[in-house]
Every structure is written in structure tokens, then in C-alpha cells.
């Protein structure tokens, strides 16, 4: 498949994607205008950080009048999980492809534009996220800047209800390989049930009450998938 090709289809599948952003965007910009962020400024910090968790725990330092240091280091363990996702990503990507191609494909890594990405089948092609990313991230970025102009005017229930929109994204990137893999299905299913019972163990042990939602994904997302690998190995001709 050409370049232009893997472009226009990646736009095509980012819309819904954008859609779903500049909604969600909208409380995120209502955090950055309490932080003292103005509309500009707020743009500024989503087109350059597509990450909604890691933003908001930005937004939320910036309003502590934390220190740049201590920003980095809440920003890096927010977005811890990016990291998995690279390295999942990496493994599709063309051996022969450039170091700028890579680090524009990692600035536009999340959780909707890599779930799209690594179901599509063989190697990537770069310009399936470029144009997944183009429509998808300038949304993310215009939907924060109008949250702040909006300010506190919509009602939370309606925010709430927004922001379904992306868990909606996310059943339709997970649903349909589990069709077809009793395995993915599988792991999806213990994702859920080993989730759920963290949640629980928090209500009588503090050390899993103390951990992050963030933290909680990282350790089952190493630990489920690296019990699959080690059990249902991918041939080389199927990765």
C-alpha cells in the first residue's frame, strides 16, 4: 500500500478519533483555565503533549506552583505507559525506517491512534498515523482551547457524557480482533477481572490503594502480556 493511500485511510479512521477528542478536550481545558492558562496557551501545551492524564496532571502541578522538576517527574509517570506502546509499535515498524519517522510516529502515540495502528495487519506504514494524527491531534489542541473559553459554562453531567465518546473508541479497536483470537480475548478478559480485583485489594491492603490507575495498567500490561507471549508465541511471519 502507498504512502497516499495509508494516508487517507488513517484520516478516514482518525476523524471518529478527533471527534472524540475535541469533545473530551473541553473539561480538559476547563482544568487549564483554572491553572491560569490562557486559550493560546492552552493550545500551545496539547499540540505538543498528546496525552490527556499527563496534561491534566500538568495543569494540576502548574496550579500547585510546583517546580519544573517536580512537573517532569509526575508528567513521565503519567505517561509511563506510552513507553509499552512504543515498544509494541517498534516491533511493527520497517527495519529501514529513519530516526525522524520514528520519533514523529512516538509524538503522536496514544491510546486511541496506537490502538487503531497495531491492529492493522504487516508492517506499518508511517503516513497510516500521520494521517490518523492530523485531523485527531489539531482537535485535541482547538477542543482545550475552547474548554478555557468556555470556562466553567457547561455542566458536568454534559462533560461526563462526552467523554464516553472515547470509551466507545476504545470497544471498537478490542472487539473485533477478540473475534478472531481466542487468545487477545482471553487477555482482555483477565485485564478485566485482575483490574477489578486491584481495585478490591485497595479497600484492605494500602499498598495497592496507594498505587495509581496509571501504575496498575503498567504492571498488568507487562505482566499479562508477557505470560501470552511466553505461552501463544507469534511466529515472525505474523508479527
Not at 502507498?2 to 471527534?19: D, E, M
Not at 517536580?70 to 529513519?98: G, K, V
Not at 482551547?145 to 457524557?161: D, F, H, Q
Amino acid at each position: 500500500m502507498n504512502n497516499k493511500t495509508s494516508f487517507v485511510q488513517g484520516f478516514k479512521h482518525g476523524i471518529p478519533i478527533g471527534l472524540g477528542y475535541f469533545a473530551v478536550a473541553f473539561s480538559l481545558g476547563v482544568a487549564a483555565k483554572n491553572a491560569g492558562l490562557n486559550a493560546f496557551q492552552g493550545f500551545l501545551a496539547s499540540i505538543l503533549n498528546n496525552a490527556s492524564a499527563g496534561e491534566y496532571a500538568g495543569f494540576t502541578v502548574i496550579a500547585a506552583n510546583a517546580s519544573y522538576f517536580e512537573m517532569a517527574i509526575i508528567i513521565l509517570i503519567t505517561n509511563a505507559r506510552y513507553l509499552l506502546m512504543s515498544c509494541a509499535l517498534s516491533q511493527h515498524l520497517p527495519p529501514s525506517l529513519s530516526l525522524g519517522h520514528r520519533m514523529l510516529i512516538g509524538h503522536f502515540v496514544t491510546d486511541e491512534i496506537f490502538g487503531i495502528t497495531i491492529a492493522r495487519p504487516g508492517t506499518l506504514n508511517p503516513y497510516y498515523t500521520y494521517g490518523a494524527a492530523i485531523f485527531a491531534s489539531p482537535a485535541w489542541a482547538i477542543g482545550t482551547a475552547l474548554g478555557i473559553m468556555a470556562g466553567n459554562l457547561l455542566p458536568g453531567r454534559m462533560v461526563s457524557a462526552l467523554s464516553v465518546a472515547l470509551f466507545g473508541m476504545f470497544l471498537a479497536v478490542f472487539i473485533p480482533p477478540c473475534k478472531h483470537n481466542p487468545v487477545i480475548a482471553g487477555c482482555v478478559i483477565l485485564s478485566f477481572s485482575l483490574s477489578y480485583l486491584m481495585q478490591q485489594m485497595g479497600k484492605w491492603y494500602p499498598f495497592f490503594a496507594s498505587m495509581s490507575a496509571g501504575t496498575k495498567t503498567i504492571l498488568l500490561t507487562v505482566l499479562i502480556s508477557a505470560v501470552a507471549a511466553y505461552l501463544f508465541p507469534v511466529p515472525d511471519t505474523e508479527a
